[in-house]
């Protein structure tokens, strides 16, 4: 009898204990890697390396390139408690360095049938980018085992191909059967939320991936201990624990809705870009750990964000097509407007948030948000002219037929990106590396739109 209560009461100190130190990952349910340059190699790219994450945040997991996803879960529930800091509930810690980012997406899963197994419904907590027009919910790709340590072939589900770049042959990037026997050896599928990112190629020893707004793995640096004091994610600067902070309120349906999550029991984190960025190989997210947030509702700190979609080095058309988004505690908030500036006064921008400009030069532009005008944003650009609406351009580059009905060709344009716009700057098609072949443009309603190649723009008419 002694012994049993003895029992009983060290049994209720361990729970207490627990329920009061920090909680880290406790399991790892399934890690799935894309190709990539760490991928079959120690200590980042084995199955081992999943197992790393649980117990600290010092781990090491590569996720590959797009798709590449690890589930993990902590040993109690997250709860989505109002009195965590800025209504954040978990920090998930990655290794970024100055405008490097290498974004990943998070779901989280509530454990609604109560059977402990992560086979309920998984949302997506949606940051900065998820309603970029270019941003793709449902992206799939498939990779193919190229059997050699060599580029790694990749199709996608809107008719794109492409490779990820192998920076050297003293490895495969394909995850090998023997490690990975769950990944057929020939080709597999992966699928996801895909957005376009920021890289900027154009200085090739600094080359740069900048970091996205808010809610992607593998963007902002870690902070200081202790870890269950997280970062406010509406701010530029590092508070408290730093790394990336999730707040399950972000969490989003299938059709976009928000939903409303007491709790959540499983995390996926899915690398969320497919790009290669120069001689540092494709992007790739790294995980080290991650921690669930204690409530303590005396930090406190703006919970206003504006994000603008990042402007290329120049702008050599337009109108140019500005997208910006206001959130409010991270939920986009539609109702809010901006004012814009531009210095110096050598651009306008009109209610459509279309830039026109009448000269050459570097600008800055920046909008404020008018309920708050604390909360603004500036990107810069460099303005170059050219010309409104062409049909063809200084590089040749031409539309054919034009108008069009069902289909186009874009001539001189291999191996370019093309994004076509609708007048309301909506991308409607995206082909990456064009290959040359007939664009499908049936599909879209009869009037004008903007071919966009690389820098240049050119007005397509649809018949
Ligand atoms: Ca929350
Ligand atoms: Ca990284
Ligand atoms: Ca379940
Ligand atoms: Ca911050």
Redesign the pocket.
């Known amino acids: 009898m002694m012994q049993k209560v003895t029992y009983i009461v060290m049994t209720i100190f361990i729970l207490s204990a627990i329920s009061t130190r920090a909680q880290y990952i406790s399991k790892i349910w399934e890690y799935k890697p894309a190709p990539g340059q760490f991928i079959n190699s120690a200590p980042w790219g084995c199955p081992y390396s999943a197992n790393t994450l649980i117990g600290g945040t010092n781990g090491t997991l590569s996720l590959g390139s797009f798709g590449g996803y690890v589930v993990f879960s902590f040993e109690n529930p997250v709860e989505n408690d109002d009195a965590n800091p800025y209504g954040i509930d978990f920090t998930i810690f990655?290794?970024?360095l100055t405008d490097?980012s290498?974004p990943a997406a998070v779901f989280v899963m509530k454990d609604d049938n109560g059977n402990g197994l992560p086979d309920d419904t998984w949302y997506e907590l949606a940051g900065s980018d998820y309603f970029f027009t270019c941003s793709i919910h449902d992206y799939e790709v498939t990779y193919t085992n190229p059997n050699a340590n060599s580029d790694i072939p990749w199709s996608d589900n809107y008719s794109n191909s492409g490779v990820i770049t192998a920076l050297s042959d003293i490895h495969p990037y394909y995850p090998v059967a023997d490690s990975f026997p769950e990944i057929n050896n020939n080709s597999y599928s992966l699928n996801g939320s895909y957005i376009v990112g920021a890289i900027d190629l154009s200085v090739p020893y600094n080359i740069r991936s900048y970091k996205r707004g808010f809610g992607y793995v593998?963007n902002n640096f870690r902070g200081v201990a202790p870890y269950t004091i997280p970062d406010n994610p509406y701010t530029e600067e590092t508070e408290n624990s730093g790394g990336d902070a999730f707040d399950i309120s972000w969490a989003i349906d299938e059709n976009g809705n928000y939903v409303d999550l007491d709790m959540i029991h499983f995390v996926k984190v899915q690398s969320a870009m497919l790009a290669n960025a120069g001689w540092l190989g494709e992007i790739s997210?790294?995980i080290t750990g991650a921690v669930d947030v204690a409530p303590d509702n005396s930090i406190t700190g703006n919970l206003d964000m504006l994000v603008l979609k990042d402007l290329p080095d120049t702008i050599s058309y337009y109108p140019y097509y500005l997208e910006y988004f206001c959130f409010h505690s991270g939920r986009l908030d539609e109702t809010e407007t901006v004012t814009w500036t531009v210095s110096p006064d050598i651009a306008k921008i009109d209610e459509q948030d279309r830039l026109t400009f009448h000269d050459e030069g570097a600008v800055q532009i920046t909008a404020t948000l008018d309920s708050n005008p604390e909360i603004t944003k500036t990107v810069s650009t460099f303005l170059k002219r050219c010309c409104s609406g062409i049909s063809s351009t200084d590089n040749n580059i031409s539309v054919f037929p034009n108008p069009a009905q069902d289909f186009v060709t874009i001539q001189n344009a291999e191996d370019s990106d093309i994004a076509i716009f609708d007048l309301s700057g909506r991308c409607v098609i995206n082909v990456r590396n064009y290959s040359g072949e007939s664009i499908d443009i049936s599909a879209l309603k009869a009037g004008m739109f903007f071919v966009k190649v690389g820098e240049e723009i050119i007005k397509l008419v649809k018949k």
Request: hydrophobic residues 10%; negative net charge; without cysteine.
């Open positions: 990655g290794n970024p490097w290498e593998d997210t790294e």
